[in-house]
Nanobody
Framework: QVQLVESGGGLVQPGGSLRLSCASS????????MAWYRQAPGNERELVAS???????SVVDSVKGRFTISRDNGKNTVYLQMNSLKPEDTAVYYC?????????WGRGTQVAVSS
């Protein structure tokens, strides 16, 4: 059974930092492209950052220079380091694993940025 379990969300003030983690099981983690998506109320789910099996990363322009995605294949875990958080970063953040036609989602973790 495939599981992606996100953690690390919470309430943070503007300018603060959070580190999200996504622990996976049931998949050959090292071959999967891993990604973080987010969905704010009333908005569609959007891709935030991705990392290939070889470690090539990509982030959306709105978080460039603030968010960093990384992975630890030994721990089957992908991370999203979020710095200089803004209120517009408030959303549910979802972990995604993709390998050819196989795609899996976590249940999400809430991030709220507010003073």
């Amino acid at each position: 059974q495939v599981q992606l379990v996100e953690s690390g969300g919470g309430l943070v003030q503007p300018g603060g930092s959070l580190r999200l983690s996504c622990a996976s099981s049931g998949i050959n983690f090292s071959v999967y492209v891993m990604a973080w998506y987010r969905q704010a109320p009333g908005n569609e789910r959007e891709l935030v950052a991705s990392i290939t099996s070889s470690g090539t990363t990509s982030v959306v322009d709105s978080v460039k220079g603030r968010f960093t995605i990384s992975r630890d294949n030994g721990k089957n875990t992908v991370y999203l380091q979020m710095n200089s958080l803004k209120p517009e970063d408030t959303a549910v953040y979802y972990c995604n694993a993709q390998y050819f036609t196989w795609t899996y989602w976590g249940r999400g973790t809430q991030v709220a940025v507010s003073s």
